[in-house]
């Protein structure tokens, strides 16, 4: 079974989010949108599009969507087929969260790692 087969997203919160999200759109050319974020849309070596995107997003940091984690930061990856990784890494003893999402934007689970950090896995909907 493949496991993780990309990132999905990088999440980070910070104490001025909407300070921060505009420094990066002013000096990395992030395009920051409302909601907080930006998607960035995959291309081959030659620049033709792709099906995927990774989304960037800063979040406030007295928000609890990193919960039981403390880290300020969670990365999102890509996976195959979410039940069967979920389970497999509870049969490997590692701490899986019992909450899982289903949704349009597809299936979410979470683990945590060694060191606290809230992993989140995220198998696309079809075709995507």
Not at 23 to 32: E, Q, S, T
Request: aromatic share 12%; hydrophobic share 40%.
């Amino acid at each position: 079974m493949k496991r993780v087969t990309g990132i999905g997203g990088i999440f980070f919160s910070a104490k001025d989010p909407v300070a921060l999200r505009a420094w990066y759109r002013k000096h990395l050319g992030i395009d920051v949108q409302d909601w907080g974020g930006t998607a960035f849309e995959w291309a081959d070596g030659a620049g033709n599009p792709m099906k995927g995107t990774t989304i960037w997003s800063v979040g406030a940091a007295d928000a609890d969507s990193f919960a039981p984690s403390s880290s300020s930061f969670m990365l999102n990856y890509r996976v195959e087929d979410l039940p069967a990784l979920l389970q497999a890494l509870r049969d490997e003893g590692c701490n899986v969260l019992e909450k899982t999402d289903d949704s349009e934007y597809g299936k979410f689970g979470w683990v945590m790692d060694p060191e606290g950090n809230k992993v989140e896995l995220w198998q696309p909907p079809e075709g995507q």
